[in-house]
């Protein structure tokens, strides 16, 4: 692992301190490596949603979603899974 100096002011180091021991962190550096690991994957999912919404839009003609198709959608699943519509 690598060292990266980071300067805040008073009041946000003294939340990092506070939430660090709150959330039960060894030391305000472990919070803040969570801190960046969490919105490494936040944004590694925001890329897959959007490709996933590309290659949805990509999939073929477009389709009127109405209560109707709906309702046929949720039996259709109700059949395959047997749950209850």
Known sequence: MVT???ELPENLKQ???QQAAEEGFQDTSKYLQ???EREARRQNKLRELEA???K????GPPIRIT???IAAKKAELHRKHGGQP
Do not use: T
């Open 56 to 59: 949805g839009l990509d999939s």
């Open 67 to 69: 209560p109707e198709y």
């Open 15 to 17: 939340f990092a301190e």
């Open 4 to 6: 990266l100096n980071l």
């Open 34 to 36: 969570n801190l960046v």
């Open 52 to 54: 996933d919404l590309i």
